[in-house]
């Protein structure tokens, strides 16, 4: 069964999963009690000393933080930044540690002056150069412990290095195609001896941080197990130090049990002493930021110096300014890649782009709802999603008194929608700050990650037609890029071939091959389907003319001849993957169980609209009893779905606004690329959904939020005139 869902698991619900079944793994082998009895035998001397050299490493971090604040142009005092850091951590603790730590620290600074852009600067920064230092520091340490690192190419290696790749071209071409020009103007601007000397000391302060938490680690081990060597439990420490520093638990629970379970055994330490070594050192961590943030609020007076904070604003502006071009541009790429989590029983669905695009809601509202108001081309859209979100929610309350509680409907759909609506928000950033250029450069970061995509899948189907043989992952065929899926792939081409009137017109006609490639590949017959009608309608909007259609038609036959004449030309016979050859379609049948399972659940779906036709039956009802006859089967159309679950109510929500941003996009279509670029998506989703579930699809909704935001004529040109990135 092929399915196209667009599954918004949240990256809270993927931190949950991973520190319950880390934990869980961790607990299964050991005994509890025999943790009770290791961390009873520390003496007070050993717990005072590691909760002194943590405060120390609290300390450092407030150094650190401090002059942080000062580098990009928004000071704090000692006094502030010991309290932010200190609350900072303790609300990361009871929740994601980072996008926590920046919540607490912009509710805590807000009073005190200081944006939450710069807030979200400071953090990132503080987290950037954190990761680095204890990655290679961690892998210093595996190397020192195993005498080698290694790659288990067979058992998943071969996906990671594929992984890797891909984004490493996509991030070069993207930067080669859109922003990489205005980056390293930006970044040769700033670049001198007082940036490379801010850069050095907080390296420094981060490797003395870091010392710290290993020397805890160390007189708690020691004060355990007296017999084990100090140079191997330091290689040890630091791995389970990099494995807790990672974004993906509430303050490093779990993760760094169970990485000290898996560390501490390559020195010796059983699993009990190790768990409790790592329970330790966390509560008394956790217990010195309490402690810190207790004297902070006791001296820590709220400063009353505007006239520093007044001298601060114009860098504060800068720092926005810095993060609505940077935010957009990163998720361009990083929505690309499609992850999934294993949790032991089953994946939890995550984007690169997610985190991304949270902190781009996060200066979305602050800037253009708190502050400001967004102007749209559709001028009710703030409306429409307000009742569209209103329309979610009491679905799932619907769904709730029907059937009860269900994770697909609020994990999914619920929880899902607004996780759209922030890749929404992060593509309407670069619009609204940056205006025509802002989008362009969008576009250009779009398509160029897409076109890396393509020519990296391309590259393997023709090194398997030479006979190469990868490793297990490596190749897949039908292509799916790196969405898990050849029809959520083959999507984000044709949102790719949308965004074609953003490009410069030199590059048209080889992004269209290149992406025609990519569909043809992928296979998806839904998609090839609607590339036709999309082709016929850039023609009919001037976007391409036929002599550009026709060049990229006889550049893509071009290259499909050639990759499909590479086994005679070298004499080898095709790799496995692709059978006697390059295959012109897949699943050619109509008849084939996919397209069945399709049809079933379109079916299933009417069924449930005509029994509930106003409102639907209810927000994951449909698959609630799919899964209890024994096939969790989605509803694989969009309008279908909304009319079963939401009935014409539900449907109408979606297609009445829809129906007018096509009819205001159509009437500015001569002359308006962005309107060009919202007529292509809106018939693209609308021909392809009626086979797919493409709502949840979060391209479509980041494509919308860049072309959908209303370009004043005065920021046509870009911020101060110039389509470049601001410089600070």
């Not at 990163?330 to 989590?341: G, R």
């Not at 919202?678 to 693209?684: E, G, S």
């Given at each position: 069964?092929?399915k196209?869902?667009g599954s918004?698991?949240?990256?809270?619900?993927v931190v949950?999963?991973?520190?319950?079944?880390?934990?869980?793994?961790?607990?299964?082998?050991?005994d509890?009690r025999?943790?009770?009895?290791?961390i009873r035998?520390l003496?007070?001397i050993?717990?005072f000393?590691?909760?002194?050299?943590?405060?120390i490493?609290?300390l450092?971090?407030?150094?650190?933080?401090?002059?942080?604040?000062?580098?990009?142009g928004?000071?704090?005092?000692?006094?502030?930044a010991?309290?932010?850091?200190?609350?900072?951590q303790i609300?990361?603790?009871?929740?994601?540690?980072?996008f926590?730590?920046?919540?607490?620290?912009?509710a805590?600074l807000?009073?005190?002056?200081?944006?939450?852009?710069?807030?979200?600067?400071?953090?990132?920064?503080e987290?950037?150069?954190?990761?680095?230092?204890?990655?290679?520091?961690?892998?210093l340490?595996a190397w020192?412990?195993f005498?080698?690192?290694?790659?288990?190419i067979?058992?998943?290696?071969?996906?990671?290095l594929?992984?890797?790749?891909?984004?490493?071209?996509?991030?070069?071409i993207?930067?080669?195609?859109?922003?990489?020009?205005?980056?390293?103007?930006?970044?040769?601007q700033?670049t001198n001896?007082?940036?490379?000397?801010?850069?050095?000391?907080?390296?420094v302060?981060?490797?003395?941080?870091?010392?710290?938490?290993a020397?805890?680690?160390?007189?708690?081990?020691?004060?355990?197990?007296?017999?084990?060597h100090l140079?191997?439990?330091?290689?040890a420490?630091?791995?389970?130090?990099?494995?807790?520093?990672?974004?993906?638990?509430?303050?490093?629970?779990g993760?760094?049990?169970?990485s000290?379970?898996?560390a501490l055994a390559?020195?010796g330490?059983?699993?009990?002493?190790?768990?409790?070594?790592?329970?330790?050192?966390?509560?008394?961590?956790l217990?010195?930021?309490?402690?810190?943030?207790?004297?902070?609020?006791?001296?820590?007076?709220?400063?009353?110096?505007?006239?520093?904070r007044?001298?601060?604003?114009?860098?504060?502006?800068n720092?926005?300014?810095?993060?609505?071009?940077?935010?957009?541009?990163?998720?361009?790429?990083?929505v690309?890649?499609?992850?999934y989590?294993?949790?032991?029983?089953?994946?939890?669905?995550a984007?690169?782009a997610?985190?991304?695009?949270?902190?781009?809601?996060a200066?979305?509202?602050?800037g253009?709802?708190?502050?400001?108001?967004?102007?749209?081309?559709?001028?009710?859209?703030?409306t429409?999603?307000v009742?569209?979100?209103?329309?979610?929610?009491?679905?799932?309350?619907?769904g709730?008194?029907?059937?009860?509680?269900t994770?697909?409907?609020?994990t999914?759909?619920l929880?899902?929608?607004?996780v759209l609506?922030?890749?929404?928000?992060t593509?309407?950033?670069?619009?609204l700050h940056?205006g025509?250029?802002?989008?362009?450069m969008?576009?250009?970061t779009?398509?160029?990650?897409?076109m890396a995509?393509?020519?990296?899948e391309?590259?393997?189907?023709?090194?398997?037609?030479?006979?190469?043989?990868?490793?297990a992952g490596?190749?897949?065929?039908?292509i799916?890029?790196f969405?898990?899926?050849?029809?959520?792939?083959?999507?984000?081409?044709?949102?790719?071939?949308?965004?074609?009137?953003?490009?410069?017109r030199h590059?048209?006609?080889?992004a269209?091959?290149?992406?025609?490639l990519?569909?043809?590949?992928?296979?998806?017959r839904?998609?090839?389907?609607?590339?036709?009608?999309?082709?016929?309608?850039?023609?009919?909007?001037k976007v391409?003319?036929?002599?550009?259609?026709?060049?990229?038609?006889?550049?893509?036959?071009?290259t499909?001849?050639?990759?499909?004449?590479i086994?005679i030309?070298?004499g080898?016979?095709?790799?496995?993957?692709?059978?006697?050859?390059?295959?012109?379609?897949?699943?050619?049948?109509?008849?084939?169980?996919?397209?069945?399972q399709?049809?079933?659940?379109?079916?299933?779906?009417?069924?449930?609209?005509?029994?509930?036709?106003?409102?639907?039956?209810?927000l994951?009802?449909?698959?609630y009893?799919?899964?209890?006859?024994g096939?969790?089967?989605?509803?694989?159309?969009?309008?279908?779905?909304?009319?079963?679950?939401?009935g014409?109510?539900g449907?109408s929500v979606?297609?009445i606004?829809?129906?007018?941003?096509?009819?205001?996009?159509?009437?500015a279509r001569?002359n308006?690329?962005s309107?060009?670029?919202?007529?292509l998506?809106?018939?693209?989703f609308?021909?392809m959904s009626s086979?797919?579930?493409?709502?949840?699809?979060r391209m479509?909704?980041?494509v919308?939020?860049v072309?959908?935001?209303c370009v004043?004529?005065?920021?046509?040109?870009g911020?101060?005139g110039?389509?470049?990135?601001?410089?600070?």
């Amino acid at each position: 069964m092929v399915k196209v869902s667009g599954s918004a698991r949240t990256w809270l619900l993927v931190v949950m999963s991973i520190v319950l079944i880390a934990t869980l793994i961790a607990l299964a082998q050991i005994d509890t009690r025999a943790i009770l009895s290791e961390i009873r035998q520390l003496s007070a001397i050993s717990l005072f000393a590691a909760a002194a050299v943590l405060i120390i490493g609290v300390l450092l971090a407030t150094v650190r933080l401090w002059y942080i604040s000062s580098d990009i142009g928004t000071p704090l005092t000692f006094k502030e930044a010991l309290l932010a850091l200190s609350v900072g951590q303790i609300v990361g603790a009871v929740s994601v540690q980072f996008f926590g730590q920046i919540a607490a620290r912009s509710a805590l600074l807000r009073s005190r002056g200081v944006s939450a852009p710069a807030n979200i600067v400071m953090a990132s920064y503080e987290r950037f150069v954190a990761v680095g230092v204890s990655g290679l520091m961690a892998i210093l340490g595996a190397w020192y412990l195993f005498g080698r690192l290694a790659v288990d190419i067979e058992g998943g290696g071969g996906q990671l290095l594929r992984l890797v790749v891909g984004i490493f071209g996509a991030v070069i071409i993207g930067a080669a195609t859109a922003w990489g020009g205005p980056a390293f103007r930006t970044l040769a601007q700033a670049t001198n001896a007082k940036t490379a000397a801010a850069i050095g000391r907080n390296l420094v302060l981060t490797i003395a941080v870091q010392l710290t938490t290993a020397a805890a680690y160390l007189i708690i081990a020691r004060a355990m197990v007296e017999t084990v060597h100090l140079s191997p439990l330091m290689a040890a420490t630091v791995i389970i130090m990099f494995a807790a520093s990672l974004p993906i638990s509430f303050a490093g629970w779990g993760v760094r049990e169970l990485s000290a379970v898996l560390a501490l055994a390559a020195v010796g330490i059983k699993a009990a002493t190790a768990v409790a070594i790592s329970v330790t050192v966390g509560a008394l961590a956790l217990g010195a930021v309490i402690v810190i943030a207790g004297v902070a609020a006791i001296i820590a007076a709220p400063t009353n110096d505007d006239t520093a904070r007044l001298a601060t604003e114009t860098e504060d502006s800068n720092i926005a300014g810095i993060l609505k071009w940077t935010l957009p541009l990163a998720a361009a790429t990083a929505v690309f890649f499609q992850i999934y989590i294993p949790t032991g029983t089953t994946n939890l669905n995550a984007n690169l782009a997610d985190p991304i695009v949270i902190l781009g809601a996060a200066v979305f509202v602050l800037g253009y709802i708190i502050r400001e108001q967004a102007r749209w081309r559709f001028q009710w859209l703030n409306t429409s999603v307000v009742v569209a979100t209103a329309m979610i929610a009491l679905c799932f309350l619907h769904g709730y008194y029907i059937i009860g509680w269900t994770d697909w409907a609020f994990t999914n759909r619920l929880v899902g929608w607004f996780v759209l609506l922030c890749y929404g928000m992060t593509g309407a950033l670069i619009t609204l700050h940056a205006g025509k250029p802002g989008a362009e450069m969008f576009a250009r970061t779009f398509v160029g990650s897409a076109m890396a995509i393509v020519l990296f899948e391309i590259t393997l189907i023709a090194l398997a037609s030479a006979g190469v043989v990868f490793p297990a992952g490596v190749l897949i065929m039908p292509i799916e890029g790196f969405s898990q899926n050849r029809n959520a792939f083959s999507f984000a081409l044709l949102l790719a071939i949308c965004a074609l009137p953003l490009l410069p017109r030199h590059v048209r006609t080889m992004a269209l091959a290149i992406a025609a490639l990519g569909l043809w590949f992928a296979g998806s017959r839904a998609a090839i389907g609607t590339v036709v009608l999309i082709v016929a309608l850039i023609w009919y909007l001037k976007v391409l003319s036929i002599r550009q259609i026709c060049f990229a038609a006889l550049a893509f036959a071009a290259t499909l001849l050639a990759v499909s004449a590479i086994p005679i030309v070298v004499g080898a016979a095709p790799s496995s993957y692709l059978g006697s050859g390059i295959p012109i379609f897949f699943e050619n049948s109509i008849l084939g169980s996919s397209n069945l399972q399709r049809l079933k659940s379109m079916a299933g779906g009417l069924s449930l609209f005509y029994s509930h036709p106003v409102f639907g039956g209810g927000l994951g009802v449909y698959i609630y009893e799919q899964t209890k006859a024994g096939a969790a089967l989605v509803i694989h159309s969009t309008p279908i779905w909304l009319l079963a679950e939401g009935g014409v109510v539900g449907l109408s929500v979606f297609a009445i606004p829809a129906a007018f941003i096509f009819m205001n996009a159509w009437r500015a279509r001569r002359n308006d690329v962005s309107a060009q670029t919202v007529i292509l998506t809106l018939v693209t989703f609308a021909v392809m959904s009626s086979v797919h579930e493409l709502l949840y699809q979060r391209m479509l909704w980041i494509v919308l939020g860049v072309t959908l935001a209303c370009v004043a004529e005065a920021s046509e040109k870009g911020p101060a005139g110039s389509p470049n990135m601001p410089v600070t």
